[in-house]
Antibody, heavy 117, light 110 residues
Framework: EVQLVESGGGLVQPGGSLRLSCAAS????????MSWVRQAPGKGLEWVSA???????FYADSVKGRFTVSRDNSKTTLYLQMNSLRAEDTAVYYC???????????WGQGTLVTVSS | QSALTQPASVSGSPGQSITISCTGT?????????VSWYQHHPGKAPKLMIY???QRPSGVSDRFSASKSGNTASLTISGLQADDEADYYC??????????FGTGTKVTVL
C-alpha cells in the first residue's frame, strides 16, 4: 500500500529554518516525480517544489532561493529544507507523488509549519 | 505563476449536475494536456479526481467527468451527493517546469 507520512513541522521564528521529511512506503521516491504543496490558513493549495527522477529540482517563485528539495534514495525519504522563513510561509505542507506531471496521485496528511515570533 | 481562476462557490441540489470552470493561459491549461482536479475536505489530504485533463483514477466515481477547451478546463459532477460537498481545485503543469493550482471552488449541496 502506498503511504506518505510528513514530519518536521512546528513553530519557528521569522528568519529561522526547518526541515520537513516525507517518508514513503509502497513505492520508491527516487523512481517517481515528487512534489511539495502547501495550504496557508484560509487559503488555497499552492505548489511549492518538485524533484524529478533524474534529480532536477524546481521551485515556485515565492520560495526560490530559500527552500531546497532533496531525497534520500536509500531511505525513500523526501525532504524540504526551508530557510529564511517568513510569516507568509505559515501553512500545512503536503508531500505528493506526481504521476508524470499529469496529477498528484498520492498525498500525505500534511505537517503544519507556523512562522511567528 | 498566477493562480488559475475558478469560481469561489458552486451549489446544487442532490441529483443535479454542476460544472466548475478553471481558466488559465496559453502557458499552462491551453498548452499542456496536464490538468488535474482535486477534492479537498478540510483537515484531510487532497484526493485526485481527474488527471491528464479527462482521465479518472480507479476508484473515483464516474459521476465525475472533465474536459478542456482552449485555456479553460472544466469539471462536472453529475448526480450530486451530500458527500460531494468539499473544496475543489484544478491544477496545471506550466512552462518553466512549474505547476499552478486554481483558486479553489467550494461546492455546496443544498
Amino acid at each position: 500500500e502506498v503511504q506518505l507520512v510528513e514530519s518536521g513541522g512546528g513553530l519557528v521564528q521569522p528568519g529561522g529554518s526547518l526541515r520537513l521529511s516525507c517518508a514513503a512506503s509502497g513505492f520508491t521516491v527516487s523512481s517517481n516525480y515528487m512534489s511539495w504543496v502547501r495550504q496557508a490558513p484560509g487559503k488555497g493549495l499552492e505548489w511549492v517544489s518538485a524533484i524529478y527522477t533524474g534529480g532536477s529540482t524546481f521551485y515556485a517563485d515565492s520560495v526560490k532561493g530559500r527552500f531546497t528539495v532533496s531525497r534520500d534514495n536509500s531511505k525513500t525519504t523526501l525532504y524540504l529544507q526551508m530557510n529564511s522563513l517568513r510569516a507568509e510561509d505559515t501553512a500545512v505542507y503536503y508531500c505528493a507523488r506526481d504521476w508524470r506531471k499529469g496529477g498528484f496521485d498520492y498525498w500525505g496528511q500534511g505537517t503544519l509549519v507556523t512562522v511567528s515570533s | 505563476q498566477s493562480a488559475l481562476t475558478q469560481p469561489a462557490s458552486v451549489s446544487g441540489s442532490p441529483g443535479q449536475s454542476i460544472t466548475i470552470s478553471c481558466t488559465g493561459t496559453s502557458s499552462d491549461v491551453g498548452f499542456y494536456n496536464l490538468v488535474s482536479w482535486y477534492q479537498h475536505h478540510p483537515g484531510k489530504a487532497p484526493k485526485l479526481m481527474i488527471y491528464e485533463v479527462i482521465q479518472r483514477p480507479s476508484g473515483v466515481s464516474d459521476r465525475f467527468s472533465a474536459s478542456k477547451s482552449g485555456n479553460t478546463a472544466s469539471l462536472t459532477i453529475s448526480g450530486l451527493q451530500a458527500d460531494d460537498e468539499a473544496d475543489y481545485y484544478c491544477c496545471s503543469y506550466s512552462s518553466s517546469s512549474t505547476y499552478v493550482f486554481g483558486t479553489g471552488t467550494k461546492v455546496t449541496v443544498l
